[in-house]
Nanobody, 132 residues
């Protein structure tokens, strides 16, 4: 069974222009031998959960336009951790951030990589607050 555990105490905050790094430990899944789509999603009150950064084991990585060039998704195969490095943060980046995964690759090529309904496994969320 795949489990995704976000560490960091459930919340993180910084001033505008600052940086944060989110961590998501993945168990029950081998990054090196299994096809996957993994990513980070963000949700704010009253809005639907939206994809922020998606990594497809086929190779592609895609970012939401608003975070492009500021955020970076990466993974450590040995530690089985998915990261989201967030730089030049803005108040509008605030929200609950969730890591997510689905078995099988090709989500970006097929067009559903940013659809939260396509993901089966979720972290518990980290509340990110960027102060102006």
């Amino acid at each position: 069974q795949v489990q995704m555990t976000q560490s960091g105490g459930g919340s993180a905050s910084t001033e505008a222009g600052g940086s944060l790094r989110l961590f998501c430990e993945v168990s029950g899944y081998d990054f090196r031998t299994s096809a996957y789509c993994m990513g980070w999603f963000r949700q704010t009150p009253g809005k639907e959960r939206e994809g922020v950064a998606i990594k497809d084991s086929d190779g592609p990585i895609r970012y939401q336009e608003s975070v492009k060039d500021r955020f970076r998704i990466s993974k450590d195969n040995d530690k089985k951790i998915l990261y989201l490095q967030m730089n030049s943060l803005r108040p509008e980046d605030s929200g609950a951030y969730y890591c997510a995964a689905r078995l099988g690759s090709g989500c970006l090529r097929s067009g559903f990589g940013f659809n939260p309904g396509a993901y089966s496994y979720w972290g518990q969320g980290t509340q990110v607050t960027v102060h102006s």
